[in-house]
């Protein structure tokens, strides 16, 4: 099962991360109370383990500016949590090694997610980094053979039950293991990713698909 603590905005939260089994850290770059600056992210990604997926996270920026981004700072991944296009989102993926883009649950949109050629898709509340909960039944309009990462309002005590009903490739949290805005709770991280971890189905969305990354685990 893949984990991603997202609104990272400090080295030691990175660290706090990583240390605790997460397989992804994000940064977002859109407005938000998470914001962070280009050359923060820089200096944190050089002293993270190679093995880390490090994502940056945008919001209805240009694909240049995106690219530009992703590829000074020296993260791994693009997540695209925008009105992006299709042809937008093809054209990042094609100068960056992995994209995940982002939709709202229940979004007509996800019907033709597959056009948007992005490595993984999110599927999210409507508002990104709120902490909502959404109608877990809505993520079954996502194509199934694509990596799917769920969430929105995910917790510690939720994320178990939330994988067992949808059966994504991964999850995703923010707030749900924050002690306020942008600060992570080590101890929720760690609940976190234990309780989702071991949640894990031996099959799921996009078992079946070429791994890009020597991060990921051979026994989901």
Wanted: a negative charge; charged letters at 25%; one cysteine or more.
């Amino acid at each position: 099962m893949f984990v991603k603590i997202c609104g990272i905005t400090s080295e030691e939260d990175a660290l706090l991360a990583i240390a605790m089994g997460a397989d992804a850290v994000g940064f977002v770059f859109a407005p938000s109370s998470r914001q962070v600056a280009a050359g923060l992210v820089r200096d944190i990604v050089r002293r993270l383990p190679p093995e880390v997926m490090t994502v940056g996270v945008f919001r209805d920026e240009s694909p240049q500016r995106v690219v530009e981004v992703v590829n000074t700072v020296g993260l791994r991944a693009a997540q695209l949590h925008g009105h992006e296009t299709v042809e937008h989102t093809r054209l990042v993926r094609s100068k960056v090694p992995f994209v995940i883009k982002g939709f709202p649950a229940g979004d007509p949109a996800l019907d033709r997610a597959d056009d948007f050629g992005a490595d993984a898709i999110l599927i999210d509340s409507h508002a990104p980094g709120s902490g909502e909960v959404f109608d877990w039944s809505l993520a079954e309009g996502a194509p199934i053979n694509r990596r799917v990462i769920l969430a929105g309002g995910l917790t510690p005590d939720n994320v178990a039950e939330a994988i067992e009903l949808v059966r994504p490739w991964g999850v995703d949290v923010s707030t749900g293991v924050e002690t306020t805005p942008g600060h992570k709770n080590a101890l929720k991280v760690r609940e976190f990713v234990r309780n989702a971890k071991a949640a894990a189905p031996h099959r799921y969305r996009g078992d079946d698909e070429e791994r890009p990354f020597d991060w990921q685990e051979d026994d989901y």
